[in-house]
């Protein structure tokens, strides 16, 4: 072989080489490092999830307390509210209608500091409850008629997640006085498709700050009432989703997912945290990703107990399942956490994993192996996976 064959064949290896490292480094990229805190999730207590049970119709949404557990009805059109320990029904409020603390399609409900707020797109209007479900007062304004999510800052205004191009998110007082506009803080090929553009509330008490979590994984939206608008990254990266226009069931013509997967399925915040319920990039869920809340750093996540929505009370775990056929509200302590619980609840012994002793309590233990920290997650998905509709 002469000098310059010798010479093209070790240029052709040196590229050769050259892809298969940036093929690697770029597999590496793709594959995120979660690391998961140790968390042993037991039941402590749960309402309906049997076919006889007619406590729920559809439970839209739910968000968490110390004080309560504010869970929306769109079945039955109520909002129910919960005791997070002593495990009993405070409240039930509301009717179909569009009289005073009626509603007509309620979508989303929000705590505050003294009871939960409810937006009902149909009726143009969020209606606001107290701690002892008293109607408080409902307030109108055209804006209502197009928002999908809504969260409650400490000074009392809300910021509002809507349908509209210029307003992906709106500040307004509630007396209707719209205070700030943003857009969609991401380019995105199809501004004007509202899935695309979808978004969450990170819910909880009431800050100085209102969070939200993109559906289709562009990151997390912070706003404060200084009317700054912040973007953070998720832990995994998600490419862009794609839609088609096709005809439905009803003969109808919608936009419908053709590639992709949901990233945030919903989320809480408490104290100096951000919690996303997390889907992988391959369309697994994969579990509880928290983030500082003030830089949005990443943390660490936690795996889940089978349940389809959470929210934090406190150092509870309040889910909701949804099977299309029961629905039920289940409250989940960590095992470390179990036996000050229960005490609080008047229960002086720890739920056991035997199973004749947990018929009898009505009380489960569920422990869930953690991955060895450092390595990709890509932990077993729950039996039940929520649907990517009606977000």
Known sequence: MTEKGEFSL?????????????????????????????????????????????????IREHTATSQAIYVLDAGTLQVHAYHPVERRLLWSAGRKGSGPGEFLAPVDIAST??????????????????????????????????????CV?????LVLHTTQRDAFLVRMSRAGRI?????????????????????????????????????FGFGLIHVDTSNRLRTTKLVEQYPTPTFITRRGSNGLPGLYL????????GGSHWLDTL???????????????LYEKSSGRYLNSWLLPPDD??????????????????????VWADSSDTLAVLRAMGIRKRPTTRPDSAKKS????????TPPAGTPARPPAPARVPPQANR
């Open 258 to 265: 053709e590639k992709g997967t949901n990233a945030s399925l």
């Open 113 to 150: 500091s003294s009871g939960a707020v409810v937006l009902d797109p149909a009726n143009g209007r969020v209606s606001e409850y107290g701690l002892h479900g008293n109607h408080i007062r409902d307030y109108a304004h055209p804006l209502y008629s197009r928002a999908k999510a809504l």
């Open 309 to 330: 929505r959470f929210a934090v009370s406190g150092r509870l775990l309040v889910g909701l399942s949804s099977s299309g056929i029961t629905q039920s509200i289940r």
């Open 153 to 157: 800052m400490s000074d009392g205004s």
């Open 362 to 369: 009505g009380r489960t233990r569920t422990t869930i192996p």
């Open 10 to 58: 070790l240029l052709r290896f040196v590229l050769l080489l050259l892809v298969q490292l940036a093929g690697t480094t770029q597999q590496a990229l793709a594959q995120p490092l979660r690391t998961y805190a140790p968390r042993s999730w037991v039941l402590v207590w749960k309402d309906g999830g049997r076919v006889s049970d007619s406590t729920f119709g559809w």
């Open 179 to 215: 205070l700030r506009k943003w857009p969609f803080p991401w380019n995105v090929s199809d501004p004007d498709n509202p899935m695309l553009t979808n978004a969450v509330t990170l819910r909880g008490l009431p800050d100085h700050s209102c969070h939200f979590a993109t559906t």
């Open 275 to 289: 919690g996303v319920i997390a889907m992988s990039a391959q369309g697994k869920l994969v579990g509880l990703d």
